[in-house]
């Protein structure tokens, strides 16, 4: 059955900058950009055993939003078999476009702009997802 939702997953890194990029390009996806195509998964929540986020991840499509080359959350979606299907690297976007959050309490306004640039390659992605699933749906019809 076609359910027109895809799940994003930011990384939780506290301790970096492109952390709070993650977590802040999510919720422009979430409350601006496809506010009625996606759901937030709380990775703490999915790896501490929360059931539905964990159910979620499991039947849905979902995008991991990694703000390092260490992957947390990939490795750990990945790892709980979760459906992936995209993974955004923060690092490889910030080498795209030369912008650089340079605090992670308070995005400046490079990081701001960073943020919406990130928010915007999710968004993409949703499309992509939701119409790759559409087409399948109509297919098994």
Same mark, same amino acid.
């Given at each position: 059955m076609f359910i027109p939702m895809v799940g994003v /997953?930011?990384?939780?890194?506290?301790e970096i900058p492109e952390g709070t990029v993650a977590r802040i390009a999510a919720r422009i996806v979430l409350e601006k950009l496809r506010p009625t195509k996606?759901?937030?998964i709380c990775l703490p929540l999915y790896?501490? !055993?929360?059931?539905? %986020?964990? %159910?979620? /991840?499991?039947?849905?499509?979902?995008? /991991?939003?990694?703000?390092?080359?260490?992957?947390?959350?990939?490795?750990?979606?990945?790892?709980? !078999?979760?459906?992936?299907?995209a993974v955004i690297q923060i690092p490889e976007i910030m080498n795209g476009c030369k912008l650089k959050a340079k605090t992670r309490a308070k995005l400046d306004e490079e990081g701001e702009k960073l943020a919406q640039i990130v928010a915007e390659k999710i968004a993409e992605e949703v499309d992509r997802i939701l119409g790759e699933m559409k087409k399948k749906s109509e297919q098994e019809e």
């Open positions: /997953v930011p990384c939780s890194g506290e996606t759901m937030t790896l501490a !055993g929360g059931k539905d %986020e964990q %159910e979620f /991840v499991r039947r849905q499509p979902t995008i /991991v939003i990694d703000g390092c080359d260490k992957r947390c959350a990939e490795r750990s979606i990945r790892k709980n !078999g979760g459906n992936i299907a």
